[in-house]
Nanobody, 127 residues
Framework: QVQFVESGGGLVQPGGSLRLSCAAS????????IGWFRQAPGMEREGVSC????????YFADSVKGRFTISRDNVKNTVYLQMNSLKHEETAVYYC????????????????????WGQGTQVTVSS
C-alpha cells in the first residue's frame, strides 16, 4: 500500500516539544516536495510546513515560523517535523503528504495538491 505512516505525536504541555516522523511506505519520496498539515476537529486541513525534494528549500506557515523545523532523510525515506514551544491551539491530527507534481514547495500549501496521506498522528497540547 502506498502511503505515509506518521508517528511521534502525543500529549505535551504548552511550551513543550515533539518530533514527528513521516515514513514513506510503498514508494520512494526522493522526487517529491513533502508537506506537513494539521487538522483540528471541525476545521479544514491546513498547511504547516513543506520541504523540497532535496531538502534545499523549506516553507513554514507564519504561525509556526521560528518554532518548527522540517528535515528529510531520503535514505531512510522519512521526513521529520520538530515542533518547539507548542501552543494549546496547535492541538490537531498532523498528517504528511507528497506533492506528486512538484519537487519544490508551493505557497500557500494546498492540501488538494498532495497525496499518499497516512492516518495521521494526534498532537494534544494541554496542561
Amino acid at each position: 500500500q502506498v502511503q505515509f505512516v506518521e508517528s511521534g505525536g502525543g500529549l505535551v504541555q504548552p511550551g513543550g516539544s515533539l518530533r514527528l516522523s513521516c515514513a514513506a511506505s510503498g514508494f520512494t519520496l526522493d522526487y517529491y516536495a513533502i508537506g506537513w498539515f494539521r487538522q483540528a476537529p471541525g476545521m479544514e486541513r491546513e498547511g504547516v510546513s513543506c520541504i523540497s525534494s532535496n531538502g534545499g528549500s523549506t516553507y513554514f506557515a507564519d504561525s509556526v515560523k521560528g518554532r518548527f523545523t522540517i528535515s528529510r532523510d531520503n535514505v531512510k525515506n522519512t521526513v521529520y517535523l520538530q515542533m518547539n514551544s507548542l501552543k494549546h491551539e496547535e492541538t490537531a491530527v498532523y498528517y504528511c503528504g507528497a506533492n506528486l507534481m512538484r519537487s519544490q514547495c508551493t505557497t500557500p500549501q494546498r492540501a488538494y495538491e498532495y497525496d499518499y496521506w497516512g492516518q495521521g498522528t494526534q498532537v494534544t497540547v494541554s496542561s
